[in-house]
């Protein structure tokens, strides 16, 4: 699921995709904490999972949501989510960072290996292949699965 659409879920207004991740998770992280006691990403496994928005019921014909964490994540839970991305019918995005704003990246596996997915690096540079090792500031993540 794109921050974009969450964007749009919540009338935020946006100039690009780096613009809509910056200003809807500045968003969620100002509502989840306060009203709900909620991390970002209980957020979007909720919308996914309850909202009537055509964009998210659409969505889950295809794919399941769940947290996987809302913890910085251990050496031991991130090789356990490689051995679920193994699968290849499984995506996680994850936030990465010291403190807001984070950034998220996605991860997943194709017939190269594991791979990262980066919005806001550089055209040559979006996607990454790497080793099962924990990733610098991994926060937390939520699992994507195909039905």
Excluded at 99 to 124: I, Q
Aim: a negative charge; proline letters at 3%.
């Amino acid at each position: 699921m794109s921050l974009q659409s969450t964007a749009k879920y919540y009338n935020i207004q946006y100039t690009d995709e780096a613009d809509a991740e910056l200003k809807s998770s500045t968003h969620l992280n100002k509502i989840c904490p306060k009203s709900l006691h909620w991390k970002g990403y209980q957020m979007i496994e909720y919308l996914h999972n309850n909202s009537g928005n055509e964009y998210f019921s659409n969505n889950r014909k295809h794919f399941s949501a769940n947290v996987y964490s809302t913890e910085p994540i251990t050496q031991d839970k991130f090789d356990e989510l490689c051995v679920e991305l193994l699968s290849g019918e499984s995506l996680a995005n994850f936030l990465v960072g010291e403190s807001s704003p984070f950034h998220s990246k996605t991860m997943g596996y194709d017939p190269k290996g594991l791979f990262v997915h980066d919005t806001l690096a550089t055209e040559n540079n979006k996607l990454s292949f790497i080793e099962e090792k924990l990733p610098a500031n991994f926060q937390e993540c939520i699992l994507y699965h195909s039905k």
